[in-house]
């Protein structure tokens, strides 16, 4: 009998270049840097001991003169005991997979790759140290770029472009945590870009809704916290303003028009094994004819985890009749359920039989009874016909699915509208043609 060798892994060897996919790789968008230290930020306020009798805040100040970033919570912040540990830690978090917004321990490092300097503060209060430090974030990439046969190990670069101290100081009743980034460059200047940075931090962060322009907030707030485990909204401000939702009673649509939304509708997303995967909310509009205007903040139904937004607004645009319906409507659907994991980009979900579910229950709930409404209100429009000629029964049919058999993953393929559509989507697609309605005549006569 052959005798085996148990390997004990002293061959295993953590590259360097592991830390340039945690920086410049893992991030397309300069912006997603706010977005994963306002998480660590939060995710600190969560675990704070004293969150609900303390103001806490995030505050972010941007200064393009000298080219620097400051993101500060005033949370926990990090005992000094176990500062080093956590500081140097890559790729590892003590954070519960399901409660923290973030726990794969590279959210940090987001801001390395658009900065020469980076520097993280942080103190617990009643201590009298702080803990610093800093990356040489110029080094780190001139070592990532040269092409060397020996190339470094993770610990061996980290080593060389990281310092750590800890100074005296004197405000023991202070605790926070500090980022820092020096020397900040990115495409186009996105970074220092003000109105760029508000708008998507009131899309992505999770912040409260402005009840002077959403008249509905507090109906919201009030379901939500009544139904989700946990609905938080944050004190987040840039260069001293604060951050809301963009979320109004009107939205914008084509030609310079408006349309008004009249009521909210709630609804869960049911999951067959336990809890429901999430709840969420849609505002109704008042003529649901033509889309939002693109590029209008509020458009879309949006999908968060921890009250922070996963992907964009087109993320479930395929749980729909056609893509473009999910610009026809506002609202969010929050994710309530730990079967449902946001991957590292937090652009969607990890693979798994969960997600497949989760996206077919919103698209049999949400996105056909929507699509439904939307092509009979855009046949109305397009017949010059008054509701209240329409049959009571077929009012009765609007936002209500009629499908009871599973709903299959829908393909990014091209929708071929059936012949009665034809109209609708010509209305929907050239509403700006001058000779759309003699077109539409003529196709009535055929």
Known sequence: MSKQTISKGKSFKAGMYLLDSFTSGMYNDPLIIYREYIQNAVDSIDMSSDWQDVPFEVTIRLEPGTRRITIRDNAMGVPSALAEEVLSSVGSSNKTLGKMRGFRGIGRLGGIAFSDRAVFRTKAKDEELESIQEWDCQNLRRLLAEQRKDAFTLEDVFLR????????????EESYFEVTLSGVSSFRNQLFDLDRVRRYLSQVAPVPFNPESFSFAQTIDEYLSGTLSSYCRYNISLNGER?????????????????????????????????????????????????????????????????????????????????????????????????????????????????????????????????????????????????????????????????????????????????????????DV?????????????????
């Open 243 to 427: 951050i809301r939702k963009p979320y109004r009673d009107s939205v914008k649509i084509s030609k310079g028009n408006t349309d008004h939304i009249e009521g909210i509708n709630f609804f869960q997303i049911e999951n067959s094994k336990d809890r429901p995967f999430a709840h969420g909310w849609y505002g109704r509009r008042e003529k649901l004819l033509g889309a939002i205007n693109r590029g209008d903040d509020l458009s879309g139904i949006r999908v968060r985890v921890g009250n922070i937004q996963i992907g964009d607004a087109h993320l479930l645009d395929l749980c729909f009749r056609e893509p473009r319906f999910n610009g026809y409507v506002i609202g969010e659907i929050h994710v309530d359920s730990p079967r449902l994991i946001p991957n590292s980009r937090r652009d969607d979900f990890v693979d798994n039989t969960n997600k497949g579910a989760f996206y077919n229950a919103i698209e049999k709930e949400i996105g056909l009874p929507i699509s439904k409404e939307i092509r009979f209100q855009s046949r109305l429009a397009s017949n010059q016909v008054s509701p209240a000629l329409v049959p009571e029964q077929k009012k009765k049919e609007s936002f209500i699915s009629d499908s009871t058999e599973p709903v299959s993953p829908r393909k990014d393929k091209p929708v071929i509208a059936p012949p009665d559509d034809i109209p609708i989507s010509l209305q």
């Open 430 to 446: 050239c509403q700006d043609c001058p000779n759309l309605s003699s077109v539409l005549a003529f196709m009535k006569q055929r």
């Open 161 to 172: 472009v990281t310092t750590f101290r800890q100074e005296q100081c004197q405000n023991t």
